[in-house]
């Protein structure tokens, strides 16, 4: 948030420069910390998920390994035990997730 604070923008179009406005939302376009920011973030979640304050059950193999999430660039699937009771946890989890950091699953 810090690099976001009071920042000015314009917009280059035919080569003309708009009037400056501030940021409100969101991150610049091309901007090389989007990739590490979601990356943490979805970081944060996988331990949310993987954490056992929140009585999430993964899915259990038959050598007794269980699995939460995979998580691939700015992906996560999730592998969960099918029972009604975990995912209420998982969804209020994700509910959580999108207060502290208003990106919705999709």
Same mark, same amino acid.
């Given at each position: &948030?810090?690099?976001?604070?009071?920042?000015?923008?314009?917009?280059?179009? !035919?080569?003309?420069?708009?009037?400056?406005?501030? +940021?409100?939302?969101?991150?610049?376009?091309?901007?090389?910390?989007?990739?590490?920011?979601?990356?943490?973030?979805?970081? &944060?979640?996988?331990? &949310?998920?993987?954490?056992?304050?929140?009585?999430?059950?993964?899915?259990?193999?038959? !050598?007794? !390994?269980?699995?939460?999430?995979?998580?691939?660039?700015?992906? &996560?699937?999730?592998? +969960?035990?099918?029972?009604?009771?975990?995912?209420?946890?998982?969804?209020?989890? +994700?509910?959580?997730?999108?207060?502290?950091?208003? +990106?919705?699953? !999709?």
């Amino acid at each position: &948030m810090a690099l976001y604070q009071n920042v000015h923008s314009t917009i280059l179009t !035919n080569e003309q420069n708009s009037q400056k406005f501030t +940021l409100q939302r969101l991150v610049r376009q091309r901007c090389p910390l989007i990739p590490y920011l979601y990356l943490f973030i979805l970081d &944060m979640l996988s331990y &949310m998920i993987n954490d056992s304050t929140y009585v999430i059950d993964g899915f259990c193999f038959l !050598n007794g !390994n269980t699995i939460y999430n995979q998580c691939f660039a700015k992906n &996560m699937a999730l592998y +969960l035990k099918r029972a009604l009771d975990n995912i209420q946890h998982t969804f209020e989890v +994700l509910e959580l997730f999108y207060a502290t950091s208003r +990106l919705l699953v !999709n």
